[in-house]
């Protein structure tokens, strides 16, 4: 059975790291010998406030409808999602 990364469904996720090392791990996600292009999103924590960078690879567009500043909204809610044989990754 092929991983997520190998079948193309796979994530890096960073969590609170030293911004050398997310800077290290997205380099590493855009690599062209890898087999396929792996999204990369960094998230960092300072009590209520916190930061994401996304990058889904040079060929993710964005369309920005009418150039307003976007929406600020609260995170309320985080799964964890089970793979197909019900283990937690």
């Known amino acids: 059975k092929k991983s997520n990364i190998e079948s193309g469904n796979g994530i890096l996720l960073c969590v609170d790291r030293p911004y050398d090392k997310q800077l290290l791990w997205n380099e590493y996600c855009r690599q062209e010998d890898t087999k396929s292009f792996l999204p ?11 930061r994401v960078f996304c990058d889904f690879g040079p060929n993710h567009a964005v369309h920005d409808a009418d150039g ?16 197909e044989n019900g283990d937690s990754k």
């Open 68 to 83: 307003e500043a976007p929406l600020v909204v609260a995170l309320d809610k985080v799964e964890l999602l089970s793979s």
């Open 40 to 50: 990369f999103v960094s998230v960092e924590t300072a009590g209520v406030y916190g």
